[in-house]
């Protein structure tokens, strides 16, 4: 397989999904079918779901903590940082992935746009989100000790962008100025995701509005196939090595 033509003038941009990291032996939601223990992956992954039972949405995030025990990045992961390191600033990385493995491999120039299994936030208090590695026993809800130094009981929650929650605005703001930093020279490269659903759909398509190319690495070929100039389907860590040059 020819590596794609990356030139000194290229920007690249990259989203990745559950996708890259299936190689890890992280499993994707959706190839589960949609469902965690019987319940519909809504009820522990949305704020409705938080409110109703918080102790079994931790329980299901202190599982998923649990489980990246010995999870380790794959040869995907490492090519994308080989690629990072040959561009610098002319490379963004966006995933929707919260497992970490991404910054684990070395990715700096990455934003994850859907939050951090690892990390904590306060339902309550505006304290900035923390490194939070546990894996909370059954039962446990997890309280906030700042907010209970001040005699106030607030529950923390993961960090993660939740089903009908929003992106986080600064985010988007900054893939859409990478986008538009200026060339027609600008290539998007969509791996493991369906490439379905916003944002990818919508980055896609706006990269597209530019002049640049579109490519989709994914083990099966999505609907929106055609918005991709190409599509190599197969398995992104044997494929990525061999599209960014890097053999691995
Ligand atoms: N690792 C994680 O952090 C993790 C795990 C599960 C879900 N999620 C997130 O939850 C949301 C929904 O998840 P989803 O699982 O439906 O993801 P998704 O919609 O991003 O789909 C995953 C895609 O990856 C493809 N795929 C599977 N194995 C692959 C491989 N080895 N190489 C290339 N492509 C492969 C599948 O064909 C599928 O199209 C997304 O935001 C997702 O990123 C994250
Ligand atoms: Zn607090």
Redesign the pocket.
Known sequence: MDALAIGPATRVLVLT???????SG??????AGGLWEGHPIEQVASPQGFQRDPTLVWRFYSLRRAAMAGIVPNPAHRALVALEQRLGDRFLLVT????GLHRDAGSERMIEI?GN?MTSRCTTCDRPPFRDTTAYADGTLPLCVLCSERGVTALLRPHIVWFGEWLDPDHLARVEAFIGAGGHDLLFIA????GLVYPAAGFVEDVRYRGGRTVL????R?ENARAFDAVHLG???ELLPALLGCGQ
């Open positions: 999904g559950a996708g890259v990291s299936a190689e992280v499993p994707t939601f959706r190839g929707q992935n919260v497992d859907h299994l791996i493991g995701t369906s690495v994914n083990a099966e999505p398995p992104a860590g």
